[in-house]
């Protein structure tokens, strides 16, 4: 458990994506089997573990602790499973031996094992047996709420990156993350098969699973000049809906859907997977509303949101908000992988699932014609539905390679929205960035019965390079009217404050904020040194473009 | 006599009538009789002081040569009258020089603790329990989510970050009297011996350790002649945390941020601040240390100061000791 639970304590505190692979691949390297694979479960959200109610590990501590002194020391540290590793020991010092402590796989087992009138007493000796950091962790996992700041997606990057690093004695054997993922949906814990692959012992695992994940293509943005050299004539566009990437895989009676980064989400979507008449693996884009044969519209990122990040839904849910899917490519035709076909190939043959699937589930992503890039500027500037945020082209002849190669695939957005914002608070960032007031609160102006003020619209911590921080930071320090803790107000009147160009990508409305909209990647573009914050937008310029997107 | 006769709170901090002197006062009296010299505890301006020697010292060496009218270093265990008073110093382990007070009237025996620890600490003599009728103890660890672990784990943690990140500067926040010093003597006693890079603000105590025969080995200031990303790669820095948000800390290349305190027990303590590496280390005791203290000193009555008082005058109460919050304010609680 040692070794897990320093992993945790190191994880929560870093905030950094390298830091954290750093942590994961170390780990992953120096922790035996099985644990590492119990560990590596954990981390991606797939442990079957026995759970435990907070009720009773409340009690379990009451047994051997004054009530008062518990709700003192809860009240301090505000999370159960944390006040409890932390007082178990009592007024007696940690005597815990590292060597004896109960290793992860074995805590694992025994839970699993455990009869319904057994849990209570074994999970008191767990935690007699394991320090405090050891204690946090198996609550933590008992209780379910493992929150770490790792998805799945970078545990299976660490495993990556660990792969190349085995024996020195032996040549590189790196394993590409899209491998693993692809082999992901069919190993189990302790993945003993996959480590023995990632580390050059043992052949790469047989899948006995049906309708795994296969990772997905990925398009390049079109930057200057990208265009200019590629023939409009080579290539075929789709419009880019705002919804989010799924891939349906469904073999043998078992269908399943996956997230873009291969997490499972078939049980969010019932009315979609139930709806599935066909073998194979499609990919395409999830929306709510109604399918363009239905002749129904397309509803907004912010309608499909209420369906994302639930592990059920409700019969109300599907109604109020029905999922389908917007067919683009074929991977697999029944068990024949089509991937080495070209994109219009593929196109055609999915074309003829799709026309077959239920009409108010799937429908087929139409082709936009076009004749030149300039043309297709226009359509991009200017789409048809509001939901379309641009244009995805496609090379004809492309066939589906997993990964983001630069060539076959683009995705030209939307330009960004622009508003002029005026700096309202700040904080300090993290890791390099310690010491720079680098994250960034901004508003615009609205009128209120005590004449004009400014409210907060968004959050941004990107954008801007590091001379312009410099600047920033600078002009945090210099101008600070407030502190609250790690934040500081800065002023901000009709006449003095910092003017920033705001672009983002969305705009939805909002209960949650004041100012009753929200906004998707917000980023700081560029330092308007030359407005005042007079000069700065209004609320009613940004409710203004909801209402004509609504209209 | 009952014991507030002879020692009570005032808003100044604790006085003795009789002898006509204050412990560790917070605002500038006649008469100061010092524990120890964290700047919550020995101020400056006072009329006369007396305290260790070291504890003298280091009032010179924070507030310099007239931080008082006049001064009087006492002995460990040396019995010294004090308007008929009988007073005398023993060591706490809390930091240089440190010492608890026992006040002495009539028979009647008051021990003011100032802060202490129980844990082995080369940088500074150990507690010594000493027998008394009121013991006067800090609480600010007085909770039992306070257990402090062995500080050599804390720093095999500092040392396996350095191998996993050799080239972040770990920059170890640590109070600059005690806390500093006792860290860079534990990573020495881990076996790490490359160069320790210290802020300016640690300089001269970190000089005045050595001189009390306390090595820390190669230290060296963190200055550097112009920008200079490479700087400091991999090496281990020592500041007051307040710097590390400062711009002071734009010349370390990545910077990880550690910080060495009591407080980073509870995890939520160190994500607010910023900290990727908590060390918890600590100059006070913990819970387990609290209770066994006053279970061998064995007083008939407890008196609790600064910190979480609650918990241990509960506690006290479970066990049918007397006990009574002071309610003394001024000193920080979150020094450490």
Sequence with gaps: MKSFSTLLDRLVLTPSRNGKLKLLADYFRDTPDPDRGYGLAALAGALDLKSVKPAMLRELVLERMDPVLFQYSYDYVGDLAETIALVWDGSAKDDTNDAE??????????????????????????????????????????????????????????????????????????????????????????????????????????????????????????????????????????????????????????????????????????????????????????????????????????????????????????????????????????????????????????????????????????????????????????????????????????????????????????????????????????????????????????????????????????????????????????????????????????????????????????????????????????????????????????????????? | MKPEALLHPTPAGLFCPIGRFHVDPVRPVERALITHGHSDHARSGHGRVLATRQTLDIMRIRYGEDFCESEQAAEFGELLDVDGVTVSFHPAGHVLGSAQIRIEKDGLRIVVSGDYKRGVDPTCAPFVPVACDVFITEATFGLPVFHHPNPREEIAKLLTSLKQFPDRSHLVGAYALGKAQRVIRLIRDCGYDEPIFIHGALARLCDYYESQGVALGDIRPATIEKKDPGAFKGAVVVGPPSAFQDRWARRFNEPLIAFASGWMMVRQRAKQGGVELPLVISDHCDWPELLETIGEVRPSEVWVTHGREEALVRWCELKQIPARPLHLVGYEDEGD
Excluded: C
Excluded at chain 1, 138 to 145: A, C, E, I, Q, Y
Excluded at chain 1, 162 to 176: L, Y
Excluded at chain 1, 445 to 474: I, M, N, S
């Design chain 1, 101 to 551: 402590e109960p290793r992860l796989s074995e805590v694992v087992t025994r839970m699993n094992a455990l009869g319904r009138n057994e849990v209570r007493s074994a999970v008191r000796d767990l935690l007699d047996h394991l320090d405090p950091s050891g204690r946090f962790a198996f609550l933590k996992l008992v209780t379910g709420s493992l929150r770490i700041g790792v998805s799945a997606r970078l545990a299976k990057q660490a495993l990556s990156d660990m792969s190349g690093h085995g024996d020195e004695q032996k040549p590189a054997h790196s394993r590409d993350v899209t491998e693993i993922e692809t082999l992901w949906h069919g190993l189990e814990a302790p993945y003993e098969p996959l480590f023995a692959w990632l580390e050059g012992r043992g052949e790469r695992p047989v899948l006995a699973t049906p309708a795994i994940f296969h990772s997905v293509m990925l398009a390049n943005p079109v930057e200057d000049g990208d265009l200019a050299k590629l023939d409009p004539a080579d290539y075929a566009a789709e419009w880019k809906w705002d919804g989010i990437r799924i891939q349906m895989s469904s073999y043998g009676g078992t269908r399943k859907l996956y997230s873009r980064s291969g997490d499972d989400i078939t049980g969010a979507f019932p009315d979609i997977v139930e709806a599935i008449d066909f073998e194979g693996v499609i990919d395409g884009e999830l929306l709510v509303g109604g399918t363009l044969r239905s002749n129904s519209p397309t509803r907004s990122f912010s309608d499909l949101q209420q369906r994302l990040n639930r592990k059920t839904v409700t019969a109300k849910m599907t109604d109020d908000y029905p999922a389908f899917v917007r067919a683009y490519d074929l991977l697999f035709q029944g068990d024949q992988d089509v991937r080495a076909k070209g994109f219009l190939e593929r196109r055609e043959r999915l074309s003829g699932i799709i026309e077959s699937a239920p009409h108010d589930r799937f429908d087929l992503s139409d082709l936009v014609p076009f004749s030149d890039w300039d043309e297709l500027d226009r359509l991009r500037i200017a789409p048809p539905d509001p939901v379309i945020e641009g244009v995805m082209i496609k090379r004809r002849d492309s066939v589906y390679q997993a990964g983001r190669l630069k060539g076959p695939w683009f995705k030209w957005k939307r330009d960004p929205y622009n508003i002029d914002a005026v700096m309202l608070y700040a904080q300090r960032g993290h890791g390099k960035r310690s010491s720079y007031y680098s994250d960034f609160t901004f508003g615009v102006w609205t009128e209120t019965p005590e004449g004009d003020q400014l409210v907060p619209v968004g959050k941004a911590y990107f954008g801007f390079t590091d001379a312009e921080l410099e600047v920033l930071d600078k002009f945090v320090r210099d101008n600070t009217v407030e502190r609250f803790g790690p934040v500081r107000a800065v002023r901000a009147d009709k006449d003095f404050g910092f003017v920033l160009e705001v672009a983002f990508e969305g705009l939805q409305r909002s209960t949650r904020h004041k100012s009753g909209v929200a906004m998707r990647f917000p980023r700081i573009a560029r330092l308007r040194q030359d407005k005042l914050p007079r000069d700065a937008d209004r609320l009613s310029t940004l409710t203004a473009m909801l209402d004509a997107r609504e209209a």
